[in-house]
């Protein structure tokens, strides 16, 4: 089957401008993660859904990210009023379920560019 | 607060020999340990796991040993192949209470092999 998928691989915008990055999960996961990688670090954890529940968004990193979920499926993470700090690569990542054991199914990530 | 630590930014070595790639934590509610491997332009994709009920889990080639007094665990590779050449990263899945899922990750290693 399909794994995770991500949109676009790539996006270079202007400093100021919004961006949404796209994620499409592994077709019955439960649960869909976003992490990111900066440069030259390891990946940092920015929100997670799992079903029904409140997203967990513990590790957005200001008020202008957010990210939606639409039918327990697909995730758009919105970053507005991009900063060159920004700049990253955007992982999602995906699993059956939330729990000690559970493997996290990754997408090739997005890389985003603000200039 | 860098609850994971990947000390190591690179490790090369030779094919044929072992790979030893090292992760300290600092959250003694660590209970459970995954590692991954990335290969530039991909998402990470699960290696191996250890559970703090055992101080091993072998894989094929792969071994991960956990020394929970030491907060200190490790991934052993033997023989190495050159096509083991990736980032390697561990990761703990405890989020706090009795919640599971966000990953943590070490700031990963480089591991090259050489032919």
């Known amino acids: 089957g399909a794994g995770v998928s991500q949109s676009p691989s790539n996006k270079v915008t202007e400093k100021g401008k919004d961006v949404e990055l796209r994620c499409d999960p592994i077709?019955?996961?439960?649960?869909l993660y976003w992490y990111r990688q900066s440069l030259g670090q390891g990946l940092e954890f920015l929100i997670y859904f799992q079903g029904n529940s409140a997203p967990d968004k513990s590790g957005l990193p200001s008020d202008r990210f957010s990210a939606e979920r639409t039918g327990g499926s697909v995730s758009t993470l919105t970053i507005q009023r991009t900063q060159q700090e920004d700049s990253a690569v955007y992982l999602c990542a995906s699993s059956f379920w939330t729990g000690a054991g559970n493997e996290q199914f990754f997408g090739p990530g997005t890389r985003l560019t603000v200039l | 607060d860098q609850q994971v630590k990947q000390n190591s930014p690179s490790l090369s070595v030779q094919e044929g020999r072992i790979s030893i790639l090292n992760c300290d934590y600092t959250?003694?509610?660590?209970?459970?340990f995954l590692w991954y491997k990335k290969y530039p332009a991909e998402g990470p994709t699960f290696l191996i796991s250890i559970s703090s009920i055992k101080d091993k889990n072998e894989d094929g080639r792969f071994t991960v040993f956990l020394n929970k007094s030491a907060k200190h665990l490790s991934l052993h590779i033997v023989p190495s192949q050159p096509g083991d050449s990736a980032v390697y990263f561990c990761?703990?899945?405890?989020?706090?209470?009795?919640?599971?899922?966000?990953?943590?990750f070490g700031q990963g290693t480089i591991l090259t092999v050489h032919p």
């Open positions: 077709s019955g996961h439960t649960a």
């Open positions: 990761a703990a899945p405890y989020a706090g209470g009795t919640s599971y899922g966000k990953l943590t």
């Open positions: 959250n003694s509610m660590f209970d459970y």
